[in-house]
């Protein structure tokens, strides 16, 4: 099913960067941070049901894997 859905990433400071939208059951975020620290990606559910979340791409690898290459830009 491809319900539709939000992502959000959160700085360090706890101020959101940027939202995208899913299209098609996926959504990508591609955002530069600028400070070290833990970033965290909020799901948030617009749909009237249940997401059911994938962490895993098609090709096997893990999102946590991909999200851990995460580098400050100076």
Same mark, same amino acid.
């Given at each position: 099913?491809?319900?539709?859905? *939000?992502?959000?990433?959160? #700085?360090? $400071?706890?101020?959101?960067? =940027? =939202?995208?939208?899913? $299209?098609?059951?996926?959504? =990508?975020?591609?955002?530069?941070? =600028? *400070?070290?620290? %833990?970033? %965290?990606?909020?799901?948030?559910?617009? $749909?009237?049901?249940?997401?059911?979340?994938?962490?895993?791409?098609?090709?096997? *690898? #893990?999102?946590?894997?991909?999200? #851990?290459?995460? *580098?400050? %830009? #100076?």
């Amino acid at each position: 099913m491809n319900l539709p859905f *939000q992502l959000a990433l959160v #700085s360090p $400071s706890g101020l959101t960067l =940027t =939202t995208v939208n899913s $299209s098609n059951g996926i959504a =990508t975020i591609n955002q530069p941070v =600028t *400070q070290g620290g %833990v970033y %965290v990606v909020k799901v948030i559910n617009l $749909s009237v049901g249940p997401l059911k979340l994938d962490d895993h791409y098609a090709n096997g *690898q #893990s999102l946590v894997a991909n999200c #851990s290459n995460l *580098q400050a %830009v #100076s």
